[in-house]
């Protein structure tokens, strides 16, 4: 039974381009957050995806969007790239309501130059 | 926003020491989570605690739900080799919500 799995696990993008990041949550989950995790520091909620419809979101701009696909699946974009975003990001699968029972993929460590 | 103050931010013990570590907020949680996290890894939870006045057992492990639900510890008897890495409080707000709250981490560190 595969986890939750991120890709790609390392992006190196310029200031001002987009990227988008990818997240399969654990078999049988439906819910998929993603967390942003600066160097030193704890993981940041951005957002959290259900039935394919954004259902709670952080203090993150309007920057930062994603998807939820009909097999769960989601994807993270961030438009206008700044040298701040750059971190690791996380996603964590679960189901809807049992947030404190999340899997954690391993993340994508995002640089921006 | 909400923020978890997380301490010490890091530990530098010998093999066999217990480790104490703590989270406090400004906010009532619902629930209290500790997690753990490897270098290249995401964080993998250790023990979750659901009411006030809780504690819990996981092996090694031992966590407290604080009585005033604005605190948490967690104990590590015995200190390993393998228990090296980064510890994570989180606190959920809303019961069924899925955000999650981190603290800044305690980095711990473990001479043989």
């Known amino acids: 039974d595969a986890g939750v799995t991120q890709s790609p696990t390392h992006l190196i993008k310029t200031r001002g381009q987009q990227v988008t990041l990818r997240c399969s949550p654990k078999s049988g989950h439906d819910t998929v957050s993603w967390y942003q995790q600066a160097l030193g520091q704890g993981p940041q909620f951005i957002f959290q995806y259900y039935e394919e419809e954004e259902r709670q979101r952080g203090n993150f701009p309007d920057r930062f969007s994603g998807h939820q696909f009909p097999n769960y699946s989601s994807e993270l974009n961030v438009n206008a790239l700044l040298l701040g975003d750059s971190a690791l990001y996380l996603c964590?699968?679960?189901?809807f309501g049992r947030g404190t029972e999340a899997f954690f993929g391993q993340g994508t460590r995002l640089t921006v130059v | 926003g909400q923020q978890l103050n997380q301490s010490p931010q890091s530990m530098f013990i010998q093999e066999g020491e217990d480790v104490s570590m703590n989270c406090t907020s400004s906010?009532?949680?619902?629930?209290w989570l500790w997690y753990k996290q490897d270098p290249g890894e995401g964080p993998v939870l250790l023990i979750a605690l659901y009411k006030a006045g809780e504690l819990t057992s996981n092996g090694r492990l031992t966590a407290q739900f604080g009585i005033t639900r604005k605190d948490s510890f967690l104990n590590i008897s015995a200190s390993i080799p393998s228990d090296v890495g980064i510890y994570f409080c989180a606190g959920q707000l809303e019961q069924g919500a899925q955000k999650l709250v981190f603290g800044q981490g305690t980095r711990l560190t473990i001479n043989p």
């Open positions: 906010s009532i949680f619902n629930t």
């Open positions: 964590a699968s679960s189901f």
